[in-house]
């Protein structure tokens, strides 16, 4: 079994580029360097969430399960927010578990709809000035 990475901020400070883009989501650290050209809200939205903890930006956005299992395998390691520069414990399985979604999220919420449909026209537009 191999020892889990932990990221402390300064190291996820150092993935803060579109040649190397780290993002701390739900404690956990993801390499998203190769997603940045097919992510559907467009490069711009990692790009200003690079090398940062994106929890609150990720979850206001209400990203859907197939989200949650594409990013599940770009994961690297685990997000210190403790700043006691303790290594994270062996991992009892390589596989990170998913990002649950947020409980009681009205799945139909008009926020929610706005964001997708903003996603989907920024998106478009992207590829219609490319």
Partial sequence: MSEIKTFTTAD???HSSKDSLYLAVGGKVYDCTEFIDEHPGGEEVL?????KDATESFEDVGHSDEAREIMAK???GEFQTDGSGKQAKSASS???KPIPAKQNQDSG???QILVAVAAVAGFALYKFFL
């Fill in 12 to 14: 996820l400070a150092n």
């Fill in 47 to 51: 790009i200003d969430e690079a090398g």
């Fill in 74 to 76: 770009m994961y690297v």
């Fill in 94 to 96: 390589g596989t990170p």
């Fill in 109 to 111: 919420s008009a926020t």
